[in-house]
Every structure is written in structure tokens, then in C-alpha cells.
């Protein structure tokens, strides 16, 4: 059973307003993910990081940052808020070689922009 | 451009039939592939997945089908029932950098 959490799982916010999603997981996993996905579409990765102080942009440009000072937390971070990043977030995790071909996906955060 | 196509946005099938969802790719350095169920207002979960090098893989009622010479892969599940109800995810990883690459989704409806 995965152990992924993220806070809030619903924000309203508006335009300009610093945010920070968090995300924490309690299986030691290396290896943590974010994504975006809006409805009807793919999930695109936006961040990802191999383990401790390590951060890497995904596929999907994003203007928002991550950081990886400990192992089960990777949070979010969107300076300044725009309508357009109106989306759902989801964090994920994988667990170590020679398992690492799955991850582990917690609940989303919901954000809407106005 | 979509490296991972899943072409049907939505699926109904009647309870107790065999629903199959289907998945194409067009990038031949994926070494696996991976279906995921998500609910709304949740997060995906892992369904079931299958390396490059097998061409089927069975779990419960659900079997994933990989045609590596046509670059396609299915997910059956049967029987259906109404809690399959959910939008199921196709995603592949790449070779190198070991991320997985999403399709959009399908819609499966099983209804009673």
C-alpha cells in the first residue's frame, strides 16, 4: 500500500499569490515526481528528482519550482499565480532498482486561479 | 507529438462483458508499459504492467496484450463490472531516463 500524501487537496486562490503544494511520502522512495493534468489529457511531467538535492525539469515547461532538502518531501512551489495555471498536480513516487518501473501516486491537489 | 496514443476518449460496456482498451506508441526505446485506474478527485493507481520482452501479462480479470511488431497494447478486463468504472491510463517507460509518457485516457463506463 503507497503512502503519499498532498495538502490542500483544493485551493482557490487568486492571481499573483505566492503557493506551495506540498508532497510527502513515508516509503523511503528515492525518486519523486510532479505532474499536471487537466481534464480529458495526459499527465505531463513537470519536475522530478532522484533523491536529496537533486531537481530536474520534466517534459512539460512549468514556471514553477521544487526543491529536495529530505528524502519524503518534495513541495511544489509557484511564485506568482496565474489563471493559466489552473490545473490538478499530482505527486508521485518509485521505489528503488530493480523495482522502479512503477510509481506510486498520492491524491492531487486541485488548483484553480482567479 | 503523442508518443503514447490511447484514441478512444470513452468506452461503455455492459456488466459482466469483456471491455478492452487499447493503446498505441510510436517510440520503440520504451521498455515497459504500464495501465493505470484513476478515480475523480483521486489520484491514479497502478493497474497492471508488462515488459517489452513478454507479450502477455494476466492479473485477476485483467490481462494486458503487447504487440511490439505493431506498437500496441491492450488492456482486457473481464467480466466487467460497474466499480471498473474509471478513466484508465496507458503510459510507457523510456528506456533512458526511466520516466513514464502518458496517453490521454479512456472513459470506461460498465453499466449494470
Known amino acids: 500500500e503507497a503512502d503519499i500524501y498532498q495538502t490542500p487537496r483544493y485551493l482557490v486562490i487568486g492571481t499573483g499569490k505566492k503557493i506551495t503544494l506540498e508532497c510527502s511520502q513515508t516509503m523511503g522512495h528515492d525518486k519523486m515526481y510532479w505532474y499536471q493534468q487537466d481534464p480529458g489529457m495526459e499527465l505531463h511531467l513537470i519536475h522530478y528528482?532522484?533523491?536529496?538535492?537533486?531537481?530536474e525539469k520534466g517534459d512539460l515547461s512549468s514556471e514553477s519550482t521544487v526543491s529536495r532538502i529530505r528524502t519524503e518531501h518534495f513541495p511544489l512551489t509557484l511564485e506568482s499565480a496565474r489563471p493559466s495555471h489552473t490545473s490538478q498536480y499530482l505527486c508521485a513516487s518509485s521505489p528503488p532498482y530493480p523495482s522502479l518501473n512503477e510509481q506510486f501516486f498520492g491524491p492531487g491537489t486541485r488548483l484553480t486561479v482567479l | 507529438d503523442q508518443q503514447v496514443k490511447q484514441n478512444s476518449p470513452s468506452l461503455s460496456v455492459q456488466e459482466g462483458r469483456i471491455s478492452i482498451l487499447n493503446c498505441d506508441y510510436t517510440?520503440?526505446?520504451?521498455?515497459?508499459f504500464l495501465w493505470y485506474k484513476k478515480y475523480p478527485a483521486e489520484g491514479p493507481t497502478f493497474l497492471i504492467s508488462i515488459s517489452s520482452i513478454k507479450d502477455k501479462n494476466e492479473d485477476g480479470r485483467f490481462t494486458v496484450f503487447l504487440n511490439k511488431s505493431a506498437k500496441h497494447l491492450s488492456l482486457h478486463i473481464v467480466p466487467s463490472q460497474p466499480g471498473d468504472s474509471a478513466v484508465y491510463f496507458c503510459?510507457?517507460?523510456?528506456?533512458?531516463?526511466?520516466?513514464?509518457?502518458f496517453g490521454k485516457g479512456t472513459k470506461l463506463s460498465v453499466k449494470p
Open positions: 528528482s532522484y533523491g536529496v538535492n537533486s531537481t
Open positions: 517510440n520503440s526505446m520504451f521498455d515497459y
Open positions: 503510459a510507457a517507460k523510456d528506456r533512458g531516463q526511466g520516466n513514464l509518457i
